[in-house]
């Protein structure tokens, strides 16, 4: 299994939370694995992220974006250098009037399999 730069996980991060608040969906897409592209549909997104901008605002960018393994505990250890496998981007979502937390699970061909926006506070995760 090759390794790659977690920088590329990072910037996907950052790339596919700009691309939703645009409405990108070309670009969305693009970055989905295709088995998960059915249920992570432009409808199904766009219903979550209008909950955050209703929470909280427009979006104002990504801030402490890091990567980290898979952790129902909501871990935020990074790491850094290369990595083998699967990965998850981590990220505050700032807004005008509020934060959440980004979690974007990748494959280990850097292909989105899992979308999940929870609170800054939130303790636990589905990965």
């Given amino acids: 299994m090759p390794t790659r730069p977690t920088t590329t996980i ?3 991060t950052e790339r596919l939370f700009r691309l939703i608040n645009n409405s990108e969906w070309e670009g969305v897409t693009g ?3 295709p088995d998960v592209r059915s249920e992570l549909t432009p409808t199904v997104i766009l219903e979550a992220w209008a909950k955050c901008i209703g929470d909280y605002g427009s979006f104002i960018e990504c801030r402490n974006t890091l990567v980290t393994t898979a952790s129902r505990t909501n871990g935020t250890e990074p790491l850094s250098g290369n990595i083998v496998g699967s990965a998850v981007g981590v990220t505050t979502l700032q ?3 509020g934060e959440f937390l980004g979690r974007i699970s990748f494959d280990s061909d850097d292909r989105i399999d899992g979308i999940f926006v929870l609170p800054t506070d939130a303790t636990e995760s589905v990965f």
Wanted: glycine share 0%.
């Fill in 10 to 12: 990072t910037a996907n």
């Fill in 31 to 33: 970055l989905l694995h």
């Fill in 95 to 97: 807004f005008e009037a």
